[in-house]
Protein backbone atom coordinates (compact mmCIF):
# COMPACT_ATOMS: atom_id res chain seq x y z
CA UNK A 1 0.00 0.00 0.00
CA UNK A 2 1.18 3.58 -1.05
CA UNK A 3 -0.24 6.75 0.49
CA UNK A 4 0.37 10.45 -0.85
CA UNK A 5 -0.14 13.05 0.83
CA UNK A 6 -0.67 16.50 -0.23
CA UNK A 7 -2.10 20.01 0.67
CA UNK A 8 0.02 21.54 3.44
CA UNK A 9 1.22 24.74 2.90
CA UNK A 10 1.74 28.34 5.19
CA UNK A 11 -1.03 29.72 6.90
CA UNK A 12 -1.97 32.72 9.08
CA UNK A 13 -3.68 31.87 12.48
CA UNK A 14 -6.97 31.32 12.09
CA UNK A 15 -7.11 30.17 8.70
CA UNK A 16 -7.89 26.51 7.11
CA UNK A 17 -6.08 23.88 4.93
CA UNK A 18 -7.09 20.70 3.64
CA UNK A 19 -5.22 18.03 3.49
CA UNK A 20 -5.15 14.79 0.67
CA UNK A 21 -4.13 11.46 0.88
CA UNK A 22 -4.87 9.09 -1.87
CA UNK A 23 -3.99 4.94 -1.28
CA UNK A 24 -2.81 2.78 -3.93
CA UNK A 25 -1.33 -0.77 -4.11
CA UNK A 26 -3.60 -3.69 -2.08
CA UNK A 27 -5.69 -1.41 -0.77
CA UNK A 28 -8.85 -3.82 -0.22
CA UNK A 29 -8.06 -5.02 3.54
CA UNK A 30 -7.34 -1.56 4.21
CA UNK A 31 -10.11 -0.38 7.28
CA UNK A 32 -8.47 2.08 9.08
CA UNK A 33 -7.35 5.60 7.74
CA UNK A 34 -5.45 8.39 9.96
CA UNK A 35 -3.74 11.68 10.20
CA UNK A 36 -0.64 11.94 12.56
CA UNK A 37 1.53 15.27 13.16
CA UNK A 38 4.69 15.45 14.36
CA UNK A 39 6.14 19.22 15.51
CA UNK A 40 9.92 19.50 15.78
CA UNK A 41 11.06 18.19 19.39
CA UNK A 42 7.68 16.28 19.51
CA UNK A 43 6.71 12.89 19.41
CA UNK A 44 4.18 11.99 16.61
CA UNK A 45 1.00 12.00 17.97
CA UNK A 46 -3.14 11.23 16.06
CA UNK A 47 -4.92 14.03 15.35
CA UNK A 48 -7.72 11.91 13.40
CA UNK A 49 -8.76 8.83 12.44
CA UNK A 50 -11.52 7.35 10.66
CA UNK A 51 -12.79 3.72 9.70
CA UNK A 52 -13.97 2.17 6.42
CA UNK A 53 -17.54 3.09 7.87
CA UNK A 54 -17.05 6.43 8.46
CA UNK A 55 -16.52 6.41 12.43
CA UNK A 56 -13.92 8.87 13.28
CA UNK A 57 -11.92 10.00 16.36
CA UNK A 58 -10.84 12.89 17.05
CA UNK A 59 -7.74 14.23 19.28
CA UNK A 60 -8.66 16.97 21.97
CA UNK A 61 -6.90 19.39 20.77
CA UNK A 62 -8.35 19.34 17.13
CA UNK A 63 -12.01 18.78 18.12
CA UNK A 64 -14.09 21.28 17.09
CA UNK A 65 -11.68 22.46 14.53
CA UNK A 66 -10.56 19.87 12.03
CA UNK A 67 -13.15 17.58 10.13
CA UNK A 68 -11.76 14.30 8.86
CA UNK A 69 -13.28 12.22 5.94
CA UNK A 70 -13.00 9.55 3.48
CA UNK A 71 -14.10 8.88 -0.45
CA UNK A 72 -13.83 4.96 -0.63
CA UNK A 73 -14.49 5.18 -3.91
CA UNK A 74 -11.79 7.13 -4.91
CA UNK A 75 -9.03 5.81 -2.16
CA UNK A 76 -8.64 8.72 -0.94
CA UNK A 77 -9.00 11.11 2.66
CA UNK A 78 -9.14 14.63 3.68
CA UNK A 79 -8.37 16.57 6.97
CA UNK A 80 -10.14 19.57 6.79
CA UNK A 81 -8.41 22.08 9.05
CA UNK A 82 -10.38 25.21 10.32
CA UNK A 83 -9.52 27.92 12.62
CA UNK A 84 -5.61 26.93 12.53
CA UNK A 85 -3.28 28.03 15.41
CA UNK A 86 0.55 28.33 16.02
CA UNK A 87 0.64 25.60 17.81
CA UNK A 88 -0.67 23.39 14.84
CA UNK A 89 2.29 23.25 13.11
CA UNK A 90 3.72 20.15 12.03
CA UNK A 91 4.58 17.80 9.46
CA UNK A 92 1.21 16.27 8.80
CA UNK A 93 1.36 12.39 8.16
CA UNK A 94 -1.49 10.15 6.33
CA UNK A 95 -1.31 6.48 7.84
CA UNK A 96 -3.69 3.27 7.54
CA UNK A 97 -4.19 -0.25 8.39
CA UNK A 98 -5.58 -3.35 7.73
CA UNK A 99 -8.59 -4.87 9.21
CA UNK A 100 -7.35 -7.00 12.41
CA UNK A 101 -4.14 -4.97 13.12
CA UNK A 102 -3.72 -3.07 16.34
CA UNK A 103 -0.99 -0.19 15.02
CA UNK A 104 -0.50 1.60 11.52
CA UNK A 105 1.20 0.43 9.44
CA UNK A 106 1.09 2.22 5.70
CA UNK A 107 2.49 5.45 5.81
CA UNK A 108 2.74 8.37 3.49
CA UNK A 109 6.08 10.64 3.49
CA UNK A 110 4.32 14.24 4.80
CA UNK A 111 3.09 17.69 4.19
CA UNK A 112 4.23 20.61 6.51
CA UNK A 113 1.91 22.86 7.69
CA UNK A 114 2.99 26.02 9.39
CA UNK A 115 0.54 28.29 11.00
CA UNK A 116 2.05 32.33 11.30
CA UNK A 117 0.59 34.30 14.59
Known amino acids: ?4 ASG ?8 SLRL ?3 ASGSIENINLMG ?8 QREL ?10 NYADSVKGRFTISRD ?3 NAMYLEMN ?17 GRSAYEYWGQG ?7
Open 8 to 15: GGLVQAGG
Open 35 to 42: WYRQAPGK
Open 83 to 99: SLRPEDTAVYYCASRRV
Open 20 to 22: SCT
Open 111 to 117: TQVTVSS
Open 72 to 74: VSK
Open 47 to 56: VAGITRAGTT
Open 1 to 4: VQLQ
